[in-house]
């Protein structure tokens, strides 16, 4: 399934914060990784992510989260497993460029299993 995603970034916090544009319920948020937040709504979907450190996790100048070009997420929840792929695709110097993160964590918090993309249009 995929869902549509927009962004917000604050430079001052270097936090991204990613999330569906269609209205959802919130139901609860699980820390995946030092700095990765995950937000499930009341049917155990992923409606949002949010990156502190963000400049930090992606390798990216905080410049350049102004104007992302587009913003990819593949999200698989398994019992034991969450893998989680991030590519962020940025104009540079006239050229699109591709940033990205892998996580792969240990599913502690009986997240319910689950696949998902969520992308910018």
Do not use: W
């Not at 949002?48 to 070009?69: H, P, Q, R, T, V």
Request: glycine fraction near 4%; charged fraction near 25%; proline fraction near 2%.
């Amino acid at each position: 399934m995929s869902r549509e995603v927009v962004y917000d970034y604050d430079s001052k916090g270097d936090s991204l914060f990613i999330y569906c544009v269609e209205d959802y319920e919130y139901e609860v948020s699980f820390e995946l990784d030092n700095d990765i937040i995950l937000d499930i709504d009341s049917e155990g979907q992923p409606v949002a992510f949010e990156f502190l450190n963000a400049s930090k996790i992606f390798n990216l100048d905080k410049g350049f989260f102004k104007n992302l070009a587009k913003i990819s997420i593949r999200l698989i929840v398994t019992e034991k497993k969450i893998d989680l792929k991030v590519q962020l695709i940025v104009p540079v110097h006239n050229k699109t460029q591709i940033f990205g993160v892998n996580r792969i964590a240990t599913n502690l918090n009986g997240i319910p299993a689950v696949e998902s993309e969520l992308v910018t249009v």
